[in-house]
């Protein structure tokens, strides 16, 4: 895990403090190409249409993928800064779906764009 | 992440590194295995992340063609060994388990290969026009596996016959059913109404063809008709159960036809336990079913017209018979509780057979209608019941039961055509009733006015409420004329009392007189005098013909009082003076009307109070009789009443007398209505005229047409109206 990272920090501290709101014990672990990983609550990977359908999928029967039966994807080609930009987006769609009214910013560097725009269009975003 | 708001330029996207074929197809190699893994059922090793790459990374690079047809390919395959192994079995009821196995199998398999190759369906796949990847996946199970001819009809004649085996009685597994048709009906409403719907909707027909015509033979209406709603309970069970709800209306049109439809004359007509035995018996629980089975049918024709109309015949039929009953006409209260017996008996039918069906009610009234005015003593039947109920009929019976059969009388009163006869016919009874004191219950009286007025309008019941407002103003002037006697009404030992009755209220005859004995005109002259001292101007007429006295008479052995009508007064007070008279002269002294005075000398000498004897002695009385006092009557009862011979009904010229009357009263009337119509109009043609007229006289009597024709030219003649010039059958208003 990146501790180092304040922001990455803070989006861990936001998922256990959402899982605990929802009283939802059902985490899920998204892993980086560099190995670094982060945990976040299922809802809000749900965001994602390749993520859901990943973890979707009818239990105990052989119609489980992998990732499904260990509750953690790994994105060999998705950087760690890319991967914790998108789970920012998770939270901040979460948060804000059926919102009424001016939506806060969500910040982007330029520099990012590319790779966020790729990446939203493989995980259906 | 569309939420970009910083504007940026983004730059044309590059492709890092070209992937090329080589490894495009070892990328397809390895999903071509995953899939295989799915159908085998064993993806627990796979990484969808992994998949999703490899799927993603082949569309991104120019090889979805590629990756969609060898998808295409694999699982065309895969089901063709499927289908195989399927049509291996030998077992039928392991033959359909295989099959149902490997159909939820391949669903399931086609989620998860539609889940990683989700990339594809959002770009190649939409941008190609291609089939998305499950539809493609089931077509494909479509084609290969129940399209297949060794799977297709033997699958297709299992289920028929599981079904066949249903309909026999027997337990069949119904999830089994319910899987295939829910099978059929995924792969395609196409598929399921061509590859299943359409010959399980032949085989019923087959099926209820066959087994209605048989068991129709075999039993009874009421038996079939239970059969047949058990048939058509399973049928809708059926649907619920395991088949499309689409197929719900299709089947029961199919079991409505077979089974009620096509068999509906038998049913109606079948002898001993038909609907038609079912009316004529009163079966209620039976008749609903019918009611209720028939009900379905619309198509060709509406069932429950059939019903309607076999009902509608029945009670013409036994109508018909009662109305021309000899020995009900001689009885008119008996003819009349037949009639309300015949309407109490369908209306309980209908009510509670037939849900109270507005229709059915009409279709009763129509009937009624036909046949009461059939008989043209309906009118004064009808009046003559309500006269005998009022009488005594009512008595001892609760507010609730007599308004009760009143109501029912309005009922049948509103079914005849001639309303104006009965209107006359009441007149005459009513006046009979409250003259003579008769009446039982003013309440009655006054509520049965209230209903017809009800009916009729105020219109009809004018003169009716204006006989009741004469009674009373009668008992006033009756105080009065005491009160200036001095506190007794009584004139030379003579009690009087007077009814005045309006000209035009009452039914008044116009020849009945007769010279009264000398001390009763005595007291005439004595109310007359004062009568018209209060009321100067009016005129008044005795009427001898409505009114009655009570007499002392001395016999041998013991004093009577007797209650006699005015007439038989009159012939008793000759006997005062002589003891035998002729009938001649009776005549002669009373010049009573020859019909009334037969009447009167009957009844005093041929009835049960034998006052005076006749000579020779018979039951009708002859111009050549002569008749004496008969001193030595006796009877128990210290009063008695001589009731006047009369059959209640009428003689046939008093008939002929009425219905001139009537004729006479119509005339106005129909003369009115030309008036009115034709004031509007100005101008009319014949035919429309006369129908105009009749309309707005039914409430009251069918004119005939011919009768209409003589009031309209009697009004040109009075120049009321003209013929048009150039259009013979014209008629013009003359204001």
Known sequence: MLAADPTLKQTVVQAQASARARNSMDPIKLIASDDSEIILDRRAAMVSGTIKNMLSGAPCDGSQFTESQQGEVKFKEMNAATLEKVVQYFYYKLRHTNHVGPLPEFKIEPEAALELLMAANYLDT | ?735
Not at chain 2, 29 to 37: G, K, N, S, V
Not at chain 2, 404 to 426: C, G, S, T
Request: with cysteine.
């Open chain 2, 1 to 735: 992440m569309a939420n970009q708001r910083t504007r940026f330029v983004i730059q044309p996207f590059r492709q890092n590194h070209q992937m090329d074929e080589e490894y495009a197809t070892t990328t397809w190699q390895t999903l071509r295995e995953a899939i295989h893994e799915i159908h085998r059922q064993n993806a627990s090793g796979l990484s969808f992340e992994e998949l999703y790459r490899n799927a993603y990374n082949m569309v991104l690079h120019k090889y979805g063609e590629k990756l969609y047809s060898g998808l295409v390919d694999t699982i065309t395959e895969h089901l063709r060994s499927i289908a195989a192994e399927i049509a291996e079995a030998n077992d039928d009821i392991l033959f359909l388990k295989e099959l149902k196995k490997k159909w939820e199998e391949h669903k399931l398999s086609s989620i998860m290969i539609r889940d990683i190759l989700m990339y594809m369906d959002r770009t190649y796949v939409v941008q190609q026009k291609k089939t998305p990847v499950y539809d493609r996946s089931l077509q494909i199970f479509r084609d290969e596996v129940c399209r297949n001819p060794r799977i297709k009809d033997r699958l297709l004649g299992l289920l028929l016959e599981l079904i066949q085996r249903e309909r026999m009685g027997e337990m069949i597994d119904r999830s089994l059913m319910k899987t295939f048709s829910g099978m059929f009906v995924e792969l395609g409403r196409d598929v399921y109404s061509r590859d299943f719907e359409a010959p399980f909707l032949a085989a019923s027909t087959t099926f209820y063809q066959a087994e209605s015509q048989e068991y129709i033979l075999q039993n009874s209406a009421s038996d079939y008709m239970k059969h047949a709603e058990v048939r058509l309970h399973e049928e809708a069970e059926r649907v619920r159960h395991y088949l499309d709800s689409t197929t719900e209306l299709k089947i029961k049109e199919i079991a409505e036809r077979e089974l009620i439809a096509k068999h509906m004359k038998t049913l109606a007509e079948m002898e001993n336990s038909g609907i038609v035995t079912m009316i004529e018996d009163s079966k209620i629980a039976e008749l609903s079913r019918a009611y209720g089975l028939f009900k379905r049918v619309t198509q060709p024709t509406p069932g429950l017209g059939i019903i309607r109309e076999l009902m509608a015949a029945n009670v013409k039929r036994v109508g018909m018979e009662l109305v021309k009953d000899e020995e009900r006409n001689r009885d008119p209260v008996l003819y009349v509780q037949g009639l309300l017996q015949l309407r109490a008996k369908y209306e309980k039918v209908i009510t509670n057979a037939f849900l109270s069906d507005k229709q059915f009610y009409n279709s009763l009234n129509q009937a009624f209608e036909s046949f009461i005015n059939v008989n043209q003593h309906s009118p004064e039947y009808i009046s003559l019941f309500v006269d005998d109920q009022l009488r005594k009929g009512l008595k001892g019976t609760s507010e609730e039961e007599m308004d009760n059969i009143l109501e029912e009388v309005v009922m049948l009163f509103r079914y005849l055509q001639e309303k104006d006869v009965f209107e006359k016919y009441y007149k005459q009874h009513l006046a009979k009733r409250l003259l003579g004191g008769r009446s039982i219950s003013d309440d009655a009286e006054r509520s049965m006015i209230a209903k017809l007025k009800h009916e009729c309008g105020y219109q009809f019941t004018s003169k009716l409420e204006g006989m009741f407002n004469d009674m009373k103003l009668s008992a006033d002037t009756q105080e009065g004329f005491k009160q200036s006697l001095g506190g007794s009404s009584k004139v030379g030992g003579i009690e009087l009392m007077v009814h005045v009755l309006t000209t035009g209220f009452w039914p008044t005859q116009l020849g009945a007189k007769c010279s009264l004995p000398p001390e009763i005109t005595r007291c005439c002259d004595v109310f007359k005098e004062h009568y018209l001292r209060q009321h100067s101007g009016r005129r008044l007429q005795w009427q001898p013909n409505m009114g009655n006295a009570d007499l002392k008479a001395k016999f041998s052995t013991r004093k009577h009082e007797i209650n006699v009508s005015t007439y038989q007064m009159c012939i008793l007070l000759l006997f005062n003076t002589t003891d035998t008279m002729s009938y001649e002269d009776i005549v002669n002294a009373t010049s009573i009307p020859v019909a009334d005075l037969k009447r009167a000398l009957q009844s005093l000498a041929c009835a049960k109070f034998k006052v005076l004897n006749k000579e020779p002695k018979g039951r009708d009385v002859d111009d050549t009789d002569s008749f004496s006092f008969n001193a030595d009557f006796t009877c128990k009862q210290l009063r008695f009443k001589v009731a006047t011979v009369s059959a209640q009904k009428e003689t046939e010229t008093e008939k002929q007398e009425t219905r001139h009357k009537v004729d006479e009263d119509r005339k106005p009337q129909i003369e009115a209505a030309i008036v009115r119509i034709m004031k509007s109009r100005k101008e009319m043609e014949h035919n429309a005229l006369i129908s105009e007229v009749t309309t707005q006289l039914t409430a009251r009597f069918v004119p005939h047409p011919n009768f209409i024709k003589k009031r309209i030219e009697s009004l040109i003649e009075r120049e009321f109206l003209e013929r048009d010039a150039s259009n013979w059958r014209k008629y013009k208003y003359l204001a």
